[in-house]
């Protein structure tokens, strides 16, 4: 049964320093190597293309009546699975009491959430080659994903996945992580996902080193930070849940500081969960208005946000053979953006403290923009959310980064954004809620759970790859 | 309104030091400053009690059916008052999937939790007399303080309060508080309060400085840390609010380290969230099993854990003159000790990875030992919770620390638990679920939220408190 404890041994002359500087050192040295020892970079997407063609997949929107070991269950008409595990789909009431602050200009609404209290296992594995860190990825289908196959984590698993409920193979490596070797961990955080989807999803982020011969399948590839730091520029190769494990990563800050203390901001961010009032209440799915259910989706009266559908999968390198799940689709494309300003020669982005529906605590930091603007294409100017047109119209010399990133494939089906960091130095004087921080702030921060939304995280791992290895670069 | 947002404003020059190694060096010098400029410490006992005798305070019992704006909610049975403020009491459905972990020794229970969404300002103002911080403590009477009087924050104050929900006087200093001065905060963090009684309340824990010209109302008083930390070894002196966030102060390390790595105690502590699979869920107080409304109190079956019951309140320095309201009232006082031990010459505590309904995230850091030891009189031997009986039969030799303090007076009627620090130099092997970790180390984890518990926090606090005054020192 996993997770188990481990237990951790004393040694004598058993106190040390408590901060692991070499770690930051060693991950420094693997993003600045962009020469793996396995595979060059060059050759990753023709093989990521090789592992797609080696396994026929096959995703099919159906009808939620032919979904197969799920249903609406009786009274709620929550979408839940026969065993109750994985996750369900139920309603949520949103009321922010001095709002509007979320994705959106309402103070009060209703909608879909998927619900998965189980807290899941996103691993990368560490190990150095010729005195380099490389890590170990994976080219793993998920079904919403536009391309199907992404780079992944090591290992990424529900509790049910690991625990076996699908029935189906074992997790391969997942003894790295549940529990690591504390003598080998580098990051181990709970992070949450998706706050206007998920009802308080967490995941537990992770790499850990080992020292072992692992055993290489087809479809797993060690590569340095500076290679996957050349990947991220790509369009939809590198996938969410990697992006969120690796900006985690201990960075070394070579900045003299930045505008705020870290006393500061987080002074500044306790003000923005204290003065938010965001009240999230569970509702049967049945109830939630606003929103009508069809045979193949679950939409919003005016078409906007997202829906809910269902869709049969085959594939062949996945946990299980073939299933059925639901899914949630977008509706339109999202744009996600730091600004971004030197002051004083450091660079700084522009966060916002934002409130969603399904974050544990009120408010997490996010991108300055954040949002999928067809659904805002109704709202009169002046309820246009901050800084998306700034972004919209930004001109192409003022893109630092910019790559199209899709989300959760096991969970979201073809959600895709535009993830860009814009220049915008004269932005000197943002409005409340939006405050100048550094990357190696937002790092810090990144040890803990519930600071950064996973778009932030997202980004800043974008922003650290944009750094270490700029486009065309190396 | 209250909470706003302040403008930080951006200086020329303006990136700095990210680190503020200052307030760390002031806090230690205000530690090791025994006496004021304002009262020595050996008079505020007394001033304390003429407080007490100032006002006529008077706290009564009263049957529910005499509670003013408070009454049973028609269909849950919930206590709500009539204006939807301050808190409720309602049910708690709590299943420990794997458990159990709490303080209790049930896999599943039910019980009555107040719910208090709003959150509130525990403010302590500094500033420098003699280049000394002084912080400026409040003589507050609480209705459920044993002593009715205890040296509280200079601001304690629900967002009802300081919004004049109550319809009484507007809260002194709030304004040093919400929001602060950022180039004078010291401290500024959400920490969450008791999870077995409370469902997710948290407060805002703040110091701020200022260099003002202060009135002195006859309720407050100017003291040092090192004056703070002698009365924290008296008996109910200190309130629970003020512990809090005392613990919450920057301290220096003097140490060389720790038995673990920062790193390998987030991870040990995200490993213990991530096995914990506790669900709680809010039902109507009506509903809950297992316990018996009668005509003054809710009690439990068998006698054991809390009462709620009402009381009624005529006092002189609160911002209403009379009210009622309703507290709880524990059964049985409480045992709350850090078992401690020198590990190579560095000072280590266990602290026991603590699993509450309440909890915002499943497991906070708690004491060694934590409970009421009556709730557990009538289970077998091999039932008992582990460290109890080492700590409630250590020789005074062993007692590093002791002193009795009480809970939230706000809330709480007469809840009081011995607070010990315990040698237990013997202990090497801890069991899963403990871990030795350094005072240095807990005091950075203040920095955020939802690390350590309240109990744990007022142990740290009265840890540092005899690191700087041993009893009968200065």
Chains 1, 2 share one sequence.
Not at 84 to 107: A, K
Not at 145 to 155: G, R
Request: hydrophobic share 40%; aromatic share 8%.
């Amino acid at each position: 049964m996993i997770p188990l404890t481990r237990q951790y041994s004393e040694p004598p002359g058993a106190v040390r320093a408590r901060d692991d500087h070499h770690h930051a050192d060693r991950v420094a040295l693997s993003a600045a190597t962009t020469d793996g020892v396995h595979m060059r970079t060059a050759d990753v997407r023709a093989w990521i293309a090789e592992r797609r063609a080696a396994n026929v997949f096959h995703v099919e929107r159906i009808p939620f009546a032919d979904l197969d070991q799920w249903g609406f269950e009786g009274a709620t008409g929550n979408i839940v699975h026969r065993s109750g595990r994985f996750f369900t789909i139920e309603g949520l009431h949103v009321v922010e009491h001095d709002g509007p602050h979320g994705d959106g200009p309402y103070r009060e609404w209703q909608q879909p959430v998927i619900k998965q209290p189980e807290v899941g296992i996103l691993g990368i594995l560490g190990k150095e080659f010729g005195g380099v860190l490389h890590f170990l990825m994976q080219a793993k289908m998920e079904p919403g994903n536009p391309n199907l196959v992404q780079l992944s984590p090591t290992v990424q698993a529900t509790r049910s996945n690991y625990t076996k409920a699908h029935g189906g193979t074992n997790v391969k490596l997942v003894e790295y992580f549940a529990p690591p070797d504390p003598e080998r961990v580098i990051v181990d955080v709970l992070q949450a996902e998706q706050g206007s989807w998920f009802f308080r999803k967490t995941n537990r982020n992770m790499v850990v080193e080992t020292v072992d011969d692992v055993p290489l399948w087809d479809d797993f590839c060690w590569l340095t930070l500076g290679q996957i730091a050349q990947l991220m520029h790509e369009d939809e190769t590198v996938n969410m849940n990697a992006r969120s494990v690796l900006s985690c990563l201990p960075y070394h800050d070579s900045a003299p500081g930045a505008l705020f203390t870290d006393v500061q901001l987080l002074s500044w961010f306790t003000n923005e969960r204290a003065r938010h009032d965001v009240r999230a209440q569970r509702i049967p799915l049945a109830d939630v208005r606003g929103w009508k259910q069809g045979v193949e989706a679950i939409e919003h009266e005016d078409g906007r946000y997202f829906k809910v559908l269902a869709v049969a999968v085959k594939g062949g390198n996945r946990e299980k053979i073939s299933w059925t799940q639901p899914l949630l689709e977008s509706v339109g494309h999202g744009v996600v953006a730091f600004l971004v300003r030197e002051i004083d020669g450091v660079t700084h982005v522009l966060v916002h403290a934002r409130a969603d529906g399904g974050f544990v605590d009120t408010v997490e930091l996010a991108p300055t923009v954040q949002c999928t603007p067809t659904n805002y294409a109704h709202l009169p100017p002046e309820d246009r959310l901050p800084f998306l047109d700034f972004v919209l119209d930004a001109a192409p010399s003022r893109i630092r980064y910019e790559a199209v990133h899709s989300e959760e494939g096991g969970r979201f089906l073809n959600v895709r954004a535009r993830y860009l960091a814009v220049d915008a130095d004269e932005v000197t004087d943002p409005p409340p809620g939006y405050a100048w921080v550094t990357p190696a702030q937002l790092t810090a921060l990144t040890r803990h759970g519930h600071y950064l939304n996973v778009e932030a995280r997202t980004l800043l791992a974008c922003i650290n790859a944009a750094a270490a290895q700029p486009r065309g670069g190396a």
